[in-house]
Structure formats: structure tokens, C-alpha cells
């Protein structure tokens, strides 16, 4: 929830999503590219879920129901995650839960593309 007098903006493209921030007549943005994520983070804080998104140059946090009031800006943040995790974004065991993406084929290409080297390799 945001202060009085705060405004809280979200904007979302095919690869990116912005949250833009006005209070006391002051802006501030910040953004991620959505299919370059580093760092997932769903977490259960203060009665509701946050989602902590981060790129390479930086991340922006965010509460599922502000983000899930549009559908189509949910849709294109999900399918980002999803792409990330693919591409080895890291992401906890609560995280994958909470997005529910563990019956995706995220993990497995994630998983193939970067094995864990302590695991034996069957040769």
C-alpha cells in the first residue's frame, strides 16, 4: 500500500515493466527487462504477496494484486518470469511455488542448460 499523496503507476511492454512512482510531486521510475530477470523473489510479507523482480541493472518490487489487476500486464510479466527461469534466473523453491510454475517446462530447460556440477553425470 502506498502513503498519502502517492501515486503508483505500472507499465509494461513485450520485454519490459515499469513502475513509475509520484509523491509530493516528485517521479521516480524503475524498470526491468522482462525477459533478462537475474533474481525471482515471491515472498509473503506484511498479509499479502510481494514479487521482487531483478535485472542486471537493478529491480523493482511489486504486490501481486497490483500487478494482477490487469490481466494483460500480469500476462506479459508471467510469461518474462517464465522465459528468465528458462534461462537460469535465479529462483527459491518458495518463489516457484507461489508462481506456480513448477509444471512448466521452465525448470527443465533451466535445468539442462545449466547442470549443477556436484551432481554425477552418469558416466
Do not use: C
Not at 81 to 87: F, G, K, Y
Not at 92 to 103: K, P, T
Not at 110 to 120: F, K
Amino acid at each position: 500500500m502506498a502513503a498519502p499523496m502517492t501515486v503508483m503507476t505500472y507499465a509494461a511492454g513485450a520485454d519490459w515493466f515499469m513502475v513509475r512512482r509520484t509523491r509530493w510531486g516528485r517521479t521516480a521510475h524503475r524498470w526491468v527487462d522482462l525477459y533478462e530477470l537475474t533474481r525471482i523473489d515471491a515472498r509473503f510479507l506484511g498479509g499479502g504477496f510481494h514479487l521482487d523482480l531483478t535485472d542486471k541493472d537493478g529491480g523493482v518490487s511489486v504486490t501481486f494484486p497490483e500487478v494482477q489487476a490487469d490481466r494483460r500486464i500480469w500476462d506479459l510479466i508471467y510469461n518474462g518470469i517464465v522465459h528468465s527461469v528458462a534461462n537460469g534466473a535465479t529462483i527459491d523453491n518458495m518463489s516457484i511455488g507461489v508462481l506456480n510454475i513448477q509444471h512448466t517446462a521452465a525448470l527443465d530447460i533451466r535445468n539442462a542448460n545449466n547442470p549443477d556440477p556436484t551432481e554425477p553425470d552418469g558416466s
